[in-house]
């Protein structure tokens, strides 16, 4: 312990001038202009948002910071009226005043979480049903809620078990999730590429971390998804269209370089992938990530 002040003392003596500022000379600022640097300790990944920056929790009302979009129309993944300065700085002032700030429920996304351990982990766990206790429970759900419903009619009941290629109940079929697994399996690469194992998903194999979950989504999956859905392809060609859409975006949101393009691109099809994941899997909800999602051009822009 005592090695660890003497090392991190330089570093905190310098951040201890940073925070009573200093002078530096600026573009805008040629005469130089005062500057101040905190900083804020965070516990990564509790979720790694409970950050002291303008974000409403998720289950906010007013859950986004960019638009004004109520938390019940996060469905629609569709954006709102955007928010003036002014009542952003309206806002901000009245946070600042209040006598209590619950910091936890304010937080904001990036990439990383966001996306890579958010929209990915979802779309794996819950729409393509690797999570097998949350299909277990969705199906004896969907068994008794069939059993307690005597007005349902027969075209009611059909329609509830519409399948859509090699979605079952709403999920993936258990021959396509094993398929997938076993072609990852054999899937070789290179020094450097973090290995996924075939039994990815499970909790006896532990949580994958967001590098996992983006190299997955950018390196395994591209080289199989091909090869398990082309056998039935007229009957796949949603799922194929929506895991592309799915996979272009990825690839966009790791870019180390992103232009204008590239952004718009990103926007272009994830409004793809949501329209198609609502036929293909309609019994899922849309989380809160999927409305941020919509925000990440512009944050890669940043």
């Known amino acids: 312990m005592l090695t660890t002040n003497n090392v991190l003392r330089p ?3 310098e951040l201890l001038k940073l925070n009573e500022g200093i002078k530096i000379i600026t573009p805008i600022y040629p005469h130089r202009c005062k500057v101040f640097v905190r900083l804020v300790s965070l516990i990564g990944d509790i979720v790694a948002t409970h950050k002291v920056s303008g974000f409403m929790s998720h289950s906010a009302r007013k859950f986004c910071s960019w638009w004004d979009i109520n938390h019940d129309e996060r469905g629609k993944c569709k954006l709102g009226d955007l928010c003036h300065g002014n009542q952003v700085l309206s806002l901000s002032g009245r946070w600042k005043s209040t006598e209590s700030k619950a910091s936890l429920h304010c937080v904001t996304l990036r990439v990383m979480h966001n996306w890579y351990k958010g929209v990915l ?5 819950f ?3 690797f999570d097998s206790a949350f299909v277990k429970e969705v199906l004896i759900d969907n068994e008794r809620s069939e059993a307690d419903s005597d007005t349902m009619d027969i075209d009611d009941y059909e329609s509830s078990n519409e399948e859509i290629g090699e979605v079952k109940n709403g999920f993936l079929s258990n021959n396509m999730k094993n398929k997938i ?6 899937v070789i690469v290179p020094k450097g590429v973090t290995c996924i194992t075939s039994q990815f998903g499970e909790a006896a194999n532990g949580k994958l971390k967001a590098s996992e979950w ?3 989504f950018s390196v395994y999956i591209p080289l199989v998804f091909l090869d398990c859905f082309l056998e039935n392809e007229p009957h796949n060609i949603l799922i194929l269209v929506n895991t ?3 996979l272009q975006c990825t690839e966009i949101a790791g ?3 992103i232009t204008k393009d590239d952004a718009a691109l990103f926007s272009q099809q994830y409004e793809l992938y949501q329209s198609t994941a609502n036929e293909i899997y309609p019994r899922i909800k849309v989380m809160p990530n999927h409305h941020y999602s919509m925000h990440i051009p512009d944050q890669l822009m940043c």
């Open 244 to 246: 592309g859409a799915l």
């Open 255 to 257: 870019a180390k370089t």
């Open 181 to 186: 697994r076993t072609k990852i399996g054999e």
């Open 127 to 129: 729409w393509w049903g």
């Open 121 to 125: 982990q979802h779309h794996l766990r």
């Open 214 to 216: 983006r190299v997955l």
């Open 11 to 13: 570093l905190v003596d």
